[in-house]
T-cell receptor
Framework: GDSVTQMEGPVTLSEEAFLTINCTYT??????LFWYVQYPGEGLQLLLK?????DKGSNKGFEATYRKETTSFHLEKGSVQVSDSAVYFC???????????FGAGTRLTVKP | NAGVTQTPKFRILKIGQSMTLQCTQD?????MYWYRQDPGMGLKLIYY???????DKGEVPNGYNVSRSTTEDFPLRLELAAPSQTSVYFC????????????FGEGSWLTVV
């Protein structure tokens, strides 16, 4: 079945460092891809999404490009801030499934 | 601007007790979900519903029950609570499953002692 694999954490970076969190997927159809963020003590919030190949989702300085040829949706940010410290989840959804499939999550800690 | 609302936010249960986690959404979404998130882990689907009167099991349904009598409400019932059910529970909803965004509640922290 459809699934998502994302890089294991935790990831610790200094402020203003470049961030990449890898995400690859397996799907039989043409899924939409998502990144969710979970701040401490809160629920998951949508960070960005892309619904078809070569689409780029972006929000709050984060970007991810839907790469069908490599089945990937890596999350990037050019300069992280302390406030970006959170757990990031990659996810996919398509009409073949009745739910969204989530990766295990990657914890990011940004130090001043 | 309520979105998905779940209660209670925190609860401590004794082994063998029962309780219901309430969830309601005001976005007229067809799909609703219950996930659990164990410490340091990802999300696991407990139950989901594709519309009023229809529910189905997810990955980890044992020890739980759900009902969906209205579009808005999707309560999760824990029968005979066990320590293994200590977790954070998230209710969520989406318009449908074809690539639409899932919206989450703020979570319910449950401890079984």
């Amino acid at each position: 079945g459809d699934s998502v694999t994302q890089m294991e954490g935790p990831v610790t970076l200094s402020e203003e460092a470049f961030l990449t969190i890898n995400c690859t997927y397996t799907a039989t159809g043409y899924p939409s891809l998502f990144w969710y963020v979970q701040y401490p003590g809160e629920g998951l919030q949508l960070l960005l999404k892309a619904t078809k190949a070569d689409d780029k989702g972006s929000n709050k300085g984060f970007e991810a490009t839907y790469r069908k040829e490599t089945t990937s949706f890596h999350l990037e940010k050019g300069s992280v801030q302390v406030s970006d410290s959170a757990v990031y989840f990659c996810a996919l959804s398509d009409y073949n499934n009745n739910d969204m499939r989530f990766g295990a999550g990657t914890r990011l800690t940004v130090k001043p | 601007n309520a979105g998905v609302t779940q209660t209670p936010k925190f609860r401590i249960l004794k082994i063998g007790q029962s309780m219901t986690l309430q969830c309601t959404q005001d976005m007229n979404h067809n799909y609703m979900y219950w996930y659990r998130q164990d410490p340091g882990m990802g999300l696991k689907l407990i139950y989901y519903s594709v519309g009023a009167g229809i529910t189905d099991k997810g990955e980890v349904p044992n020890g739980y029950n759900v009902s969906r009598s209205t579009t808005e409400d999707f309560p999760l019932r824990l029968e005979l609570a066990a320590p293994s059910q200590t977790s954070v529970y998230f209710c969520a909803s989406s318009l449908d499953s074809s690539g639409n965004t899932i919206y989450f509640g703020e979570g319910s922290w449950l401890t079984v002692v």
